[in-house]
């Protein structure tokens, strides 16, 4: 990789404005917009997870610490909408930031070099993705306590076509621009660039 060069995975807001806006509050609230180390999974000839990362670690086992099998259904906010309009079968689904294939998810064990561990999704920010007409909303999720904008993670209720919409472009981003092993890479939320995250309260409107 060149040492002047970084590249920016970029949401594609239009299609996942909920994904997008979850990304960029913990993005811009949290993290201050530092960029992500990458944990590449799933790059051999024979597809075995990890092989390519130095503790063989699978991203699913980060993912599972934030977002364990079943959460979304079972705890998610109620109020999270599905798009069954656009997909029947549709159902509540569990985002994270930062993503469970980086260096920086809150499931990466601290021996392994990850730099937020945490031992629960339970301890990151909390909130939920609603469609009110044809208008997305991010919305705290106010049954557990209010951030404190000290936690390390986000974790967010939204349809599942949404969050898997939000990531489809990423293993083509990580092929294409070669990433390896712990390389550095900045998220990109277009529409958000004039929002404001500095106050305790977070409102802001897609631009």
Known sequence: MFRDYMPGYVFNTAKAPAA???AWLINSKIRKGAP????????????????R??????????????????????????????????????KPSCDEFTFASSYNSGGMPKEMEGTNPVSSGDKCVQT????????????DDIRTTGPTWKEVCGRSAMSGWVNSASM?????????????DQDLYFVR?????????DKAVVTCDIR
């Open 20 to 22: 997008a806006a979850h």
């Open 36 to 51: 992500l180390n990458y944990l590449p999974d799933r790059r051999g000839k024979d597809g075995e997870h990890g092989e």
């Open 53 to 90: 990362n130095t503790y063989g670690r699978d991203p699913d086992a980060n993912r599972k610490v934030i977002c364990p099998d079943g959460w979304a259904a079972k705890s998610g906010n109620p109020d999270t909408t599905p798009v069954t309009d656009i997909y029947a079968g549709d």
């Open 128 to 139: 939920y993705a609603t469609k009110a007409g044809t208008t997305w909303h991010l919305y």
């Open 168 to 180: 489809q472009r990423f293993p083509t981003f990580a092929r294409q621009l070669r990433l390896l």
């Open 189 to 197: 939320t277009p529409g958000f660039e004039k929002c404001d995250a």
